[in-house]
């Protein structure tokens, strides 16, 4: 039967293990010191002081005799900023622009002889409604759009595609119906009650 190792053997070949682990973990410790220890020192210390300021040359003004300098309130400094020359390409000022609303269109942008928000009354089918410059119609099928308006007529188009004759739009004198058969079979009776430019 073999021997059991005695109590004192045991410790013995505990204490000689921890001895060679902490010789292997001593190593890496020192390594890890040696490349951060001066960062961790130099933060602990504070590092180096700050540069001292540099006295800027104030701007002096002379007043004439009985004449007094702006005045403000007591501890206000004066305003030595020198104004730089702007570079080439530089912007020199901003100023602001008047804005515009995005929902108007401009004057004259809708052709001559359209003027600001322009709107026709559109007949279609015997159902009447108001229909704005690029708004589409009849409302419960929107097939068509408004393209422009004059005093006598108003210039229809598609909403998408184009009439089966090439054109984009076709123009319809006020008081005068047009009917159009789209190519499913339906018909409709468009017809141009009024316009206002």
Request: charged content about 15%; glycine content about 10%; aromatic content about 4%.
């Amino acid at each position: 039967m073999a021997k059991k190792p005695s109590e004192a053997a045991l410790r013995a070949a505990k204490d000689a293990k921890q001895k060679k682990l902490l010789i292997v973990l001593v190593v890496p410790f020192i390594a890890l010191l040696a490349w951060q220890g001066p960062k961790t020192l130099k933060a602990l210390q504070g590092g180096s002081p700050p540069p001292p300021p540099v006295a800027l040359p104030t701007a002096t003004t002379a007043t004439p005799t009985g004449a007094s300098g702006p005045t403000g309130p007591a501890g206000d400094l004066p305003d030595t900023d020198v104004e730089l020359d702007p570079l080439e390409g530089q912007l020199v000022s901003f100023s602001r622009f008047a804005g515009r609303d995005p929902f108007v269109r401009p004057l004259g942008s809708l052709g001559p002889t359209t003027v600001g928000r322009a709107t026709a009354t559109i007949e279609v089918n015997g159902a009447s409604e108001n229909v704005g410059i690029n708004d589409p119609f009849p409302a419960s099928d929107p097939t068509f759009k408004l393209v422009s308006v004059t005093d006598s007529a108003a210039k229809i188009g598609l909403v998408s595609g184009s009439f089966s004759n090439g054109d984009g739009t076709i123009t319809i004198n006020v008081g005068e119906t047009l009917v159009l058969a789209a190519d499913d079979g339906a018909n409709y009776a468009i017809k141009i009650v009024s316009v206002t430019t």
